[in-house]
């Protein structure tokens, strides 16, 4: 993780070959900022945050969301929100996908 308060997420991308990365880019006790990279056919298999609320923004690519019973495939500059307790995730990746995401607060390590 960058130390400074300024930080060029694209940049911070990496793919994995056989499935999704997470890449932490800030983290403190109320609210967490990462990356989700995605290869296309990598899947986030669908998961809630009890007491969290989560936003997904399509940085770059395109991939199919799920949140609750809704499925849209999103393209860059798209926004995805799961509220806390709503069930959520990428149901299939399209093309090289960077997902900026937002947790708050901020998941147990």
């Known amino acids: ?10 940049a911070s991308a990496r ?7 997470k890449i932490e880019c800030r983290r403190s006790d109320r609210l967490l900022l ?3 990279c995605l290869r296309p ?5 669908t998961h809630a945050h009890a007491d969290a609320d989560k936003f997904y923004l399509v ?8 949140v609750g019973d ?3 495939t999103v393209t860059d500059g798209a926004l995805v929100w799961a509220p806390a307790g709503v ?3 990428v149901e299939a990746t399209l093309e090289d996908t960077i997902l900026f995401i937002g947790l708050a ?4 390590r």
Not at 15 to 21: I, L, N, R, S
Not at 59 to 66: E, I, K, Y
Not at 105 to 108: G, I, K, L, Q, R
């Open 41 to 45: 056919g990598q899947t986030q298999r």
């Open 70 to 72: 809704e499925v849209a």
């Open 59 to 66: 940085l770059r690519g395109r991939a199919t969301l799920r």
């Open 15 to 21: 793919f994995g070959a056989d499935a999704m990365v």
């Open 87 to 89: 069930r959520h995730g």
């Open 1 to 10: 993780m960058d130390d400074t308060y300024f930080q060029h997420l694209p």
């Open 34 to 36: 990462g990356l989700n």
């Open 105 to 108: 607060p901020a998941a147990a």
